[in-house]
């Protein structure tokens, strides 16, 4: 619920933004997607106890039959294998786990967690599967025509919540202590991938409470316009969802001008989203941008994302005790 400055400003800055380029003269207006620009919270600097990823591994799944892809484990500074970690799985990982990309996550744990902004976090970025003949995603080619990505990842089934549950999670434990508690797990992913990560947390909110969605195709690519309906059609589920979208984005209409489809607008849908959880009495939040089908914006506020999804974790607050005021340093930190 909206219980916080944030939250309003959140809320507000795209009524801000559109004013603010409609004030600036055509001639110096940048492109939409080039208003935003990452801050300090998502670049690296010097002092700040710096995590470790590991990777790429490899993860093979009986779920998707002859499948493999890749992903990376982010292993904060703070990470204590004696007390149970949050989690947080970030869909095509490879556009996620770069240092210099549109998400930078690394640089935005390492701030947030040195900060006590959010809880210590081992993050997760995991590729769609592809058959031993097809290729890994990469940047240039996030997967839907080369791999298995659009059925992993647009289809409604539990078919990848299984991946995620079943053969991930376990994975992960073998190495790591990381919490069981659903309100300690979050997933997030971009397109279809912020489709698929919230398909994940509807299907096993037993597992995970927490989701953020950019760019989201909440679209009729392999039916996944129906959530708005869905969400209004089932009892509520204990989860929490930011979704972030552009006003330019995709908006129903084919590349050559042809007739439009509602149930192919992405902002339209993301709208709809809203709406639906808004009714049904879900935790949601949302900012709404001059952007496209970029990942830009997304990139730009995911501290502030990172941060309200976070909001409540449990720190002591004792005035007669600031440890848990000081910024967290671990105790081997150089």
Not at 46 to 67: D, H, M, R, Y
Not at 247 to 264: F, M, P, Q, V
Request: proline content about 7%; glycine content about 8%.
């Amino acid at each position: 619920m909206m219980t916080n400055w944030l939250s309003y400003a959140l809320r507000t800055w795209p009524c801000l933004l559109v004013a603010t380029l409609l004030a600036v003269p055509s001639a110096s207006a940048a492109p939409t997607d080039d208003v935003y620009s990452l801050g300090p919270d998502s670049l690296a600097h010097e002092g700040v106890p710096k995590g470790k990823t590991i990777g790429p591994l490899t993860l093979a799944s009986q779920v998707f039959t002859n499948t493999t892809r890749h992903y990376w484990i982010f292993v904060p500074a703070q990470y204590d294998a004696q007390k149970p970690a949050a989690l947080m799985i970030f869909q095509d990982g490879q556009a996620f786990v770069g240092t210099n990309g549109d998400y930078r996550i690394q640089n935005v744990f390492d701030n947030l967690i040195y900060r006590r902004e959010m809880p210590v976090t081992i993050g997760v970025f995991i590729n769609p599967g592809h058959l031993p003949d097809q290729p890994e995603s990469s940047p240039t080619n996030w997967g839907d025509s080369i791999n298995n990505r659009g059925t992993e990842y647009n289809e409604l089934n539990d078919n990848y919540a299984k991946l995620i549950v079943n053969e991930l999670l376990p994975a992960l434990e073998k190495d790591y202590n990381i919490s069981k508690n659903p309100d300690d797990r979050a997933i997030a992913g971009a397109s279809s991938g912020a489709i698929c990560a919230f398909t994940v947390v509807w299907q096993r909110p037993d597992q995970f409470h927490k989701v953020i969605s950019t760019i989201g195709s909440f679209t009729d690519i392999r039916g996944g316009h129906v959530y708005p309906d869905l969400i209004r059609q089932t009892e509520r589920k204990p989860i929490r969802v930011f979704l972030q979208d552009g006003l330019n984005d995709l908006r129903g209409r084919s590349r050559n001008g042809g007739s439009y489809e509602a149930k192919r607008d992405w902002h339209a849908q993301n709208l709809k989203m809203v709406e639906a959880l808004t009714e049904k009495g879900y935790d949601v939040n949302y900012c709404w941008g001059i952007g496209t089908h970029s990942n830009k914006q997304g990139g730009a506020i995911m501290p502030e994302m990172l941060r309200w999804l976070w909001r409540d974790y449990a720190r002591p607050d004792d005035p007669q005790d600031d440890r848990d005021r000081k910024l967290f340093v671990p105790a081997d930190h150089p």
